[in-house]
Structure formats: structure tokens, C-alpha cells
């Protein structure tokens, strides 16, 4: 059975960093996936913030381009984000995803597996 499961998060003030990670264990088949964190927000759609495109490509949402950086290990099987200069607008719970195929990579729906989720508090 395919699990992710993210560490890393907590609280700290805004301007401080924080770094999320993500391993993928069991089997999960092809590495050349997407693999993302999103964020969601009490009463809010979730969101994508980072996505690791078929191991490659990166791209983020705009909202978090500059400030955070996602990477992806040799092995396809950690995914770590980034994030610095923090903001209030940035805390929320923050979910590890990745898909089973090549697909598009910024839409919700494309991602099969997902973590627990990990909750992320900016305070101002």
C-alpha cells in the first residue's frame, strides 16, 4: 500500500522558514509522475502551491514563486519544499500528492495518492 506522509511543519513568525518533506513508501509504480504539495485553508478549496512535473519540470503558484522552492530526491520517492520569508497568508494545512501516470500536473484531480497533511502557522 502506497503511503505519504509529510514532517516538518510547526509555527514560527512571519519572515521565518520552514522546511516540509514528503516520503513515498510501499510501491508506487512509475516515477515519472506528478508529484505537488498543496495547501488548504479552513472554508477554502485546496490549493496548489509546488509541483514537480514527471521528475523534472518545476513550476509554483504565483502566490509563493520566490519565496519557496520544491525538490524532488534521485529516487523520486522524497519530495521537499522550502519555504522562506514566511507570511500569515501561508498558514494552512499543507498535503503531499502525487499521481499514479503522467497527467496535468496542476489540476486537483490528476493526483491519486495523498498524505495526511501537515499543518504550517505564520503569525504575524
Given at each position: 500500500q502506497v503511503q505519504l506522509v509529510e514532517s516538518g511543519g510547526g509555527s514560527v513568525q512571519a519572515g521565518g522558514s520552514l522546511r516540509l518533506t514528503c516520503v513515498v513508501s510501499g510501491n508506487p509504480g512509475s516515477r515519472d509522475v506528478c508529484t505537488a504539495w498543496f495547501r488548504q485553508v479552513p472554508g477554502k478549496e485546496r490549493e496548489v502551491v509546488a509541483i514537480v512535473d514527471m521528475g523534472r519540470r518545476t513550476d509554483y503558484a504565483d502566490s509563493v514563486k520566490d519565496r519557496f522552492t520544491v525538490s524532488q530526491d534521485?529516487?523520486?520517492l522524497q519530495l521537499d519544499l522550502q519555504m522562506?520569508?514566511?507570511k500569515p497568508d501561508d498558514t494552512a494545512m499543507?498535503?503531499?500528492?502525487r499521481s499514479r501516470s503522467a497527467g496535468a500536473c496542476r489540476s486537483r484531480s490528476?493526483?491519486?495518492?495523498w498524505g495526511q497533511g501537515i499543518q504550517v502557522t505564520v503569525s504575524s
Open positions: 534521485n529516487t523520486k522562506n520569508n514566511l499543507y498535503y503531499c500528492a490528476t493526483y491519486f495518492y
